[in-house]
Nanobody, 124 residues
Framework: QVQLVDSGGGLVQAGGSLSLSCAAS????????MGWFRQAPEKEREFVAA????????YYADSVKGRFTISRDNSKKKVYLEMNSLKLEDTAVYYC?????????????????WGQGTQVTVSS
């Protein structure tokens, strides 16, 4: 089992940047695919980004490609989401998630463990 704690959310103006981090504890972090999802009010949770166990492969939703960067540090048991050129529509609660798998999935149902979420609000 793994426990996840998200942090780094906040209020930022459109066009600005924000960095999220997720600290993991428990079993071997490097055995988990890590992902970031987000959920806006009255909307379903949606995939944002994912990273392979080694960090060698990354995947992004089309809506964030070129603006967001996911990375991980297995020695620190952390995963990060660097968000640039933020837009109003990026406003949501962001969750990190862990999947004990080899294959990277973009569906939330595949992920086994979740952080508590961190609010990101982009203002005009």
């Amino acid at each position: 089992q793994v426990q996840l704690v998200d942090s780094g959310g906040g209020l930022v103006q459109a066009g600005g940047s924000l960095s999220l981090s997720c600290a993991a504890s428990g079993r071997t972090f490097s055995n988990y695919i890590m992902g970031w999802f987000r959920q806006a009010p009255e909307k379903e949770r949606e995939f944002v980004a994912a990273i392979s166990r080694s960090g060698g492969s990354t995947y992004y939703a089309d809506s964030v490609k070129g603006r967001f960067t996911i990375s991980r540090d297995n020695s620190k048991k952390k995963v990060y989401l660097e968000m640039n050129s933020l837009k109003l529509e990026d406003t949501a609660v962001y969750y990190c998630a862990a999947d004990y798998s080899i294959t990277v999935y973009t569906t939330s149902q595949q992920y086994d463990y979740w952080g508590q979420g961190t609010q990101v609000t982009v203002s005009s």
